[in-house]
Protein backbone atom coordinates (compact mmCIF):
# COMPACT_ATOMS: atom_id res chain seq x y z
CA UNK A 1 0.00 0.00 0.00
CA UNK A 2 1.19 3.60 -0.99
CA UNK A 3 1.66 5.49 1.49
CA UNK A 4 2.31 9.59 1.62
CA UNK A 5 3.77 11.34 4.76
CA UNK A 6 3.69 15.12 4.71
CA UNK A 7 5.30 16.92 7.80
CA UNK A 8 4.76 19.42 9.76
CA UNK A 9 0.76 18.79 9.91
CA UNK A 10 0.35 22.30 11.66
CA UNK A 11 2.83 25.15 10.80
CA UNK A 12 2.61 28.57 12.37
CA UNK A 13 4.81 31.06 11.35
CA UNK A 14 5.22 34.88 10.75
CA UNK A 15 5.31 36.60 7.87
CA UNK A 16 8.21 37.04 6.25
CA UNK A 17 10.11 33.91 7.16
CA UNK A 18 10.81 31.08 4.96
CA UNK A 19 9.77 27.46 5.62
CA UNK A 20 9.43 24.24 3.34
CA UNK A 21 6.86 21.55 3.61
CA UNK A 22 7.95 18.05 3.03
CA UNK A 23 6.20 14.98 1.57
CA UNK A 24 7.41 12.02 1.46
CA UNK A 25 6.38 8.34 -0.69
CA UNK A 26 7.27 4.99 0.17
CA UNK A 27 6.65 3.52 -3.99
CA UNK A 28 8.30 4.17 -7.14
CA UNK A 29 6.48 7.42 -8.79
CA UNK A 30 7.30 10.07 -11.23
CA UNK A 31 4.01 12.23 -10.82
CA UNK A 32 3.58 14.17 -7.84
CA UNK A 33 0.79 17.35 -7.35
CA UNK A 34 0.64 20.18 -4.79
CA UNK A 35 -2.93 21.39 -3.50
CA UNK A 36 -4.35 24.36 -1.59
CA UNK A 37 -7.47 23.96 0.44
CA UNK A 38 -9.10 27.09 1.92
CA UNK A 39 -10.96 26.94 4.84
CA UNK A 40 -14.58 25.54 3.93
CA UNK A 41 -13.35 25.75 -0.41
CA UNK A 42 -12.63 22.68 -2.18
CA UNK A 43 -9.05 21.72 -3.54
CA UNK A 44 -7.18 24.08 -6.21
CA UNK A 45 -4.37 22.67 -8.16
CA UNK A 46 -1.34 24.61 -7.70
CA UNK A 47 2.11 22.17 -9.16
CA UNK A 48 2.20 19.39 -11.34
CA UNK A 49 5.98 17.78 -11.16
CA UNK A 50 6.39 14.77 -13.75
CA UNK A 51 9.74 14.06 -13.61
CA UNK A 52 12.94 13.70 -11.36
CA UNK A 53 13.93 17.42 -10.85
CA UNK A 54 11.23 18.94 -11.76
CA UNK A 55 11.26 22.20 -10.36
CA UNK A 56 8.09 24.79 -9.93
CA UNK A 57 7.65 28.18 -9.21
CA UNK A 58 4.67 30.79 -8.44
CA UNK A 59 5.20 33.46 -6.95
CA UNK A 60 6.15 32.78 -3.21
CA UNK A 61 5.71 29.21 -3.78
CA UNK A 62 8.01 26.77 -5.07
CA UNK A 63 7.59 22.72 -5.62
CA UNK A 64 10.68 20.25 -6.72
CA UNK A 65 10.55 16.60 -7.22
CA UNK A 66 13.27 14.02 -6.20
CA UNK A 67 12.08 10.72 -7.51
CA UNK A 68 15.04 9.02 -6.38
CA UNK A 69 14.75 9.63 -2.26
CA UNK A 70 10.96 9.59 -3.41
CA UNK A 71 10.48 13.03 -1.83
CA UNK A 72 9.29 16.56 -2.64
CA UNK A 73 8.95 19.92 -1.13
CA UNK A 74 7.20 23.09 -1.21
CA UNK A 75 9.38 26.33 -0.01
CA UNK A 76 7.48 29.25 1.25
CA UNK A 77 9.72 32.36 0.77
CA UNK A 78 8.90 35.44 2.24
CA UNK A 79 5.47 34.17 3.69
CA UNK A 80 2.54 36.38 3.64
CA UNK A 81 -0.97 35.58 5.41
CA UNK A 82 -2.55 34.63 1.90
CA UNK A 83 -0.95 31.61 2.12
CA UNK A 84 -2.70 30.37 5.21
CA UNK A 85 -4.45 27.36 3.93
CA UNK A 86 -3.90 23.84 4.08
CA UNK A 87 -1.74 22.08 1.31
CA UNK A 88 -1.85 18.50 0.35
CA UNK A 89 0.67 16.79 -2.06
CA UNK A 90 -0.41 13.87 -3.44
CA UNK A 91 1.30 10.42 -5.72
CA UNK A 92 -0.23 9.31 -8.69
CA UNK A 93 1.51 5.57 -8.92
CA UNK A 94 1.97 4.12 -12.82
CA UNK A 95 -0.29 1.15 -12.49
CA UNK A 96 -3.87 3.03 -12.74
CA UNK A 97 -5.56 5.93 -12.35
CA UNK A 98 -5.54 6.17 -8.58
CA UNK A 99 -3.77 9.59 -6.67
CA UNK A 100 -2.61 8.74 -3.01
CA UNK A 101 -2.84 11.89 -0.83
CA UNK A 102 -0.99 13.21 1.91
CA UNK A 103 -2.77 13.97 5.15
CA UNK A 104 -1.94 17.78 4.86
CA UNK A 105 -0.39 20.75 6.53
CA UNK A 106 -2.31 23.29 8.08
CA UNK A 107 -0.45 26.53 7.61
CA UNK A 108 -0.99 29.56 9.26
CA UNK A 109 0.91 33.07 8.49
CA UNK A 110 0.90 35.43 11.87
CA UNK A 111 1.63 39.20 10.99
CA UNK B 1 -11.55 26.76 -17.28
CA UNK B 2 -12.49 23.40 -16.34
CA UNK B 3 -15.86 23.27 -13.98
CA UNK B 4 -16.58 20.59 -11.53
CA UNK B 5 -19.87 20.99 -9.83
CA UNK B 6 -21.59 18.94 -7.09
CA UNK B 7 -25.36 19.14 -6.34
CA UNK B 8 -25.50 19.99 -2.98
CA UNK B 9 -23.03 22.40 -0.64
CA UNK B 10 -25.01 21.00 2.47
CA UNK B 11 -27.13 17.93 2.89
CA UNK B 12 -28.35 16.53 6.60
CA UNK B 13 -30.10 12.95 5.85
CA UNK B 14 -31.56 10.37 8.55
CA UNK B 15 -29.72 7.22 9.18
CA UNK B 16 -31.28 4.52 7.35
CA UNK B 17 -32.01 6.93 3.98
CA UNK B 18 -30.54 6.12 0.35
CA UNK B 19 -28.60 8.85 -0.63
CA UNK B 20 -27.70 10.21 -3.62
CA UNK B 21 -24.68 12.64 -4.41
CA UNK B 22 -24.47 13.99 -7.83
CA UNK B 23 -21.09 15.43 -10.22
CA UNK B 24 -21.11 16.76 -12.95
CA UNK B 25 -17.48 18.29 -15.16
CA UNK B 26 -17.88 20.06 -18.08
CA UNK B 27 -14.43 19.05 -19.77
CA UNK B 28 -15.33 15.60 -21.43
CA UNK B 29 -12.65 14.13 -19.07
CA UNK B 30 -12.32 10.53 -18.83
CA UNK B 31 -11.92 10.07 -15.48
CA UNK B 32 -14.18 11.18 -12.40
CA UNK B 33 -13.47 10.45 -8.56
CA UNK B 34 -15.23 10.59 -5.19
CA UNK B 35 -13.72 11.14 -1.85
CA UNK B 36 -14.26 12.06 1.47
CA UNK B 37 -12.06 14.39 3.78
CA UNK B 38 -12.32 13.58 6.98
CA UNK B 39 -9.82 16.24 9.82
CA UNK B 40 -6.63 14.23 10.28
CA UNK B 41 -7.19 11.32 8.02
CA UNK B 42 -6.73 13.50 4.34
CA UNK B 43 -9.02 12.45 1.46
CA UNK B 44 -9.77 8.99 0.82
CA UNK B 45 -10.85 7.56 -2.27
CA UNK B 46 -13.78 5.75 -2.65
CA UNK B 47 -14.39 4.88 -6.06
CA UNK B 48 -13.56 6.12 -9.36
CA UNK B 49 -14.72 5.94 -12.75
CA UNK B 50 -12.37 5.71 -16.29
CA UNK B 51 -14.98 5.41 -18.49
CA UNK B 52 -18.99 4.84 -18.87
CA UNK B 53 -20.66 2.32 -16.95
CA UNK B 54 -17.32 1.17 -15.83
CA UNK B 55 -15.82 1.85 -12.05
CA UNK B 56 -13.18 0.69 -9.75
CA UNK B 57 -13.13 0.53 -6.04
CA UNK B 58 -10.88 2.62 -3.79
CA UNK B 59 -9.62 2.72 -0.77
CA UNK B 60 -13.08 2.48 1.35
CA UNK B 61 -15.99 1.42 -1.04
CA UNK B 62 -18.03 -0.32 2.10
CA UNK B 63 -21.46 1.47 2.51
CA UNK B 64 -21.39 3.30 -0.96
CA UNK B 65 -21.59 2.57 -4.44
CA UNK B 66 -21.67 4.31 -7.75
CA UNK B 67 -23.35 5.10 -11.28
CA UNK B 68 -21.59 6.69 -14.18
CA UNK B 69 -24.46 6.38 -17.24
CA UNK B 70 -22.83 9.22 -19.07
CA UNK B 71 -19.51 10.70 -19.43
CA UNK B 72 -19.84 14.03 -17.59
CA UNK B 73 -22.04 12.79 -14.51
CA UNK B 74 -20.81 10.69 -11.82
CA UNK B 75 -23.24 9.79 -9.22
CA UNK B 76 -22.22 8.37 -5.40
CA UNK B 77 -24.62 6.38 -3.73
CA UNK B 78 -25.08 5.86 -0.08
CA UNK B 79 -27.88 2.78 0.18
CA UNK B 80 -28.11 3.09 3.47
CA UNK B 81 -26.49 6.37 5.41
CA UNK B 82 -25.02 6.07 8.61
CA UNK B 83 -23.49 8.03 11.43
CA UNK B 84 -20.31 7.46 10.58
CA UNK B 85 -20.76 8.62 6.64
CA UNK B 86 -20.79 12.20 8.43
CA UNK B 87 -18.31 13.71 6.17
CA UNK B 88 -17.04 15.94 3.68
CA UNK B 89 -17.24 14.61 -0.06
CA UNK B 90 -15.13 15.51 -2.99
CA UNK B 91 -15.79 14.91 -6.60
CA UNK B 92 -12.85 15.54 -9.15
CA UNK B 93 -12.01 14.94 -12.64
CA UNK B 94 -9.43 14.20 -14.73
CA UNK B 95 -8.44 13.80 -18.69
CA UNK B 96 -5.96 11.17 -17.87
CA UNK B 97 -3.64 10.10 -14.97
CA UNK B 98 -0.86 12.30 -16.03
CA UNK B 99 -3.12 15.49 -15.64
CA UNK B 100 -3.95 16.78 -12.43
CA UNK B 101 -7.55 16.11 -10.83
CA UNK B 102 -10.03 19.14 -11.01
CA UNK B 103 -11.80 19.42 -7.99
CA UNK B 104 -15.82 20.02 -6.90
CA UNK B 105 -16.96 22.33 -4.54
CA UNK B 106 -17.56 19.76 -2.09
CA UNK B 107 -20.84 18.36 -0.11
CA UNK B 108 -21.00 18.66 3.56
CA UNK B 109 -23.31 15.65 4.36
CA UNK B 110 -24.39 14.99 8.45
CA UNK B 111 -26.13 12.08 8.90
CA UNK B 112 -28.17 12.27 12.33
Known amino acids: ELKVEQNPLFLSMQEGKNYTIYCNYS?????LYWYRQDPGKSLESLFV?????AVKQEGRLMASLDTKARLSTLHITAAVHDLSATYFCAVDIFTGNQFYFGTGTSLTVIP | DVKVTQSSRYLVKRTGEKVFLECVQDMDHENMFWYRQDPGLGLRLIYFSYDVKMKEKGDIPEGYSVSREKKERFSLILESASTNQTSMYLC???????????FGPGTRLTVT
Open chain 1, 27 to 31: TTSDR
Open chain 2, 92 to 102: ASNRDSRYEQY
Open chain 1, 49 to 53: LLSNG
